[in-house]
């Protein structure tokens, strides 16, 4: 069943929120780089390469359904941020507008009878549930720590730990 219009409107409205994502999450890495924080900095870079998979995802979707995927611009990024728990709080507001806008898209589909679509949604739905909580958890740690450096550069340690994008979702 070709996708419909307004799905193929949403879907391409949804790819755009995904690259604007993987750009947010690369000047954030750009950012933790200029403080010296290289596990920040690599946990971003591979945060980055999750939104282009997200995005390609969708991407493809939209194609094998018969659809036409129409590039949405992507602005420039917020560059500067007061502190780390000030960019990774904006990680998780960034996050719950983008659950919110996956669940507008899975209620669309499913006045729609697009069951193909509800399909790939419930994944990313799963994905965003993953997302919010890991950006949640590092928020918390980020207030407990506070101006404690030595604490600071140990979890910086800890991120650099992070797997490569692609795998269980790579969001720990
Ligand atoms: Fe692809 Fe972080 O949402």
Do not use: C
């Not at 419909?4 to 755009?16: C, R, Y």
């Not at 949640?136 to 650099?160: H, P, T, W």
């Amino acid at each position: 069943m070709p996708i419909s219009d307004a799905m193929q409107k949403a879907f391409n409205e949804q790819i755009q929120k995904e690259f604007a994502s993987a750009y947010l999450y690369l000047a954030m890495s750009a950012y933790f780089e200029s403080l010296s924080l290289e596990g920040f900095a690599q946990w971003m870079k591979i945060q980055a390469q999750e939104e282009v998979l997200h995005g390609m995802k969708l991407f493809d979707h939209l194609q094998e359904r018969g659809g036409r995927v129409v590039l949405g611009e992507v602005g420039q990024p917020q560059a500067e941020f007061d502190s780390p728990l000030e960019a990774f709080e904006l990680v998780g507001s960034h996050e719950a507008m983008v659950t919110k806008s996956i669940h507008q898209l899975f209620t669309l589909a499913e006045g729609e009878r697009d069951y193909a679509s509800q399909g790939i949604l419930q994944w990313f739905s799963t994905e965003q549930v993953e997302e919010e909580d890991t950006a949640n958890r590092i928020v918390e740690r980020l207030r407990m720590i506070e101006d404690n450096k030595a604490a600071l550069f140990m979890m910086d340690n800890e991120l650099s730990a992070r797997a490569t994008a692609g795998g269980d979702g790579g969001a720990e």
